[in-house]
């Protein structure tokens, strides 16, 4: 599955190195040629250095056509155009980090349905929650969050499973499903609840 990553920072940065981990052909756009070569140094990733939010970035053979685009620059409209022109250039699914809380709030259906971006990423709201939910729920050590709000099964979400160690898992799926994971990192094979943008894993 090859997936587009608009951003090289360190959210960029992580999921890149999460979703390369699970054998996925990942696509790193940034204009940062700095922030770039760290990634190449480290991650078994392409990268380009160019506009993520450019139509002739879109046009180019390793983006085109793609699964899945992941915008995370720290610009919301430059995350929202290249999930628009991404759908124009035949990428399938599109997940855009939006900051602006009204983008998530009054906006959100004019957005999802203007636009056509099936994921709306909010990675602040996201750790205010977690932290929330730790608080108010200190024994619940096998909820997980995901990192988007889940629309109608259509787009894909990352999760973190929540464990006595820590966040030890994390998977990437689209179309309501996970993408395969090697028995070698997962012993046993989870059960996935899905409710209004959390997973409960069953061991």
């Known amino acids: 599955m090859r997936i587009v990553i608009v951003g090289a920072g360190k959210l960029g940065y992580s999921i890149a190195e999460l979703l390369s981990g699970e054998q996925n052909d990942v696509v790193v756009i940034d204009r940062d040629e700095a922030r770039l070569e760290a990634v190449k140094n480290t991650l078994d990733v392409l990268t380009i250095a160019a506009n993520g939010a450019s139509p002739i970035t879109m046009n180019d053979p390793d983006v085109r ?74 024994s619940a050590l096998n909820v997980g969050q995901g990192a988007a709000v889940r629309d109608e099964g259509e787009a894909g979400f990352a999760v973190r499973e929540r464990g006595a160690e820590g966040f030890d898992a994390a998977a990437f799926g689209a179309g309501g499903h996970d993408f395969p994971q090697s028995s070698d990192d997962y012993p046993a094979r989870r059960r996935q609840a899905a409710s209004n943008g959390q997973c409960v894993f069953h061991r």
Do not use: W
């Not at 997940?95 to 009204?102: F, G, K, L, Q, S």
């Not at 636009?115 to 709306?120: G, R």
């Open 65 to 138: 056509g793609s699964d899945i685009l992941i915008a995370v620059t720290a610009q919301d409209e430059v995350n929202m155009v290249a999930c628009i022109l991404a759908k124009k250039h035949g990428i399938q699914h599109t997940a855009a980090r939006i900051r602006d809380t009204e983008f998530l709030t009054e906006a959100k259906g004019y957005v999802k349905e203007n636009f056509d971006i099936d994921l709306l990423l909010n990675p602040e709201y996201i750790t205010a929650m977690e932290i929330y939910r730790i608080l108010m729920t200190p």
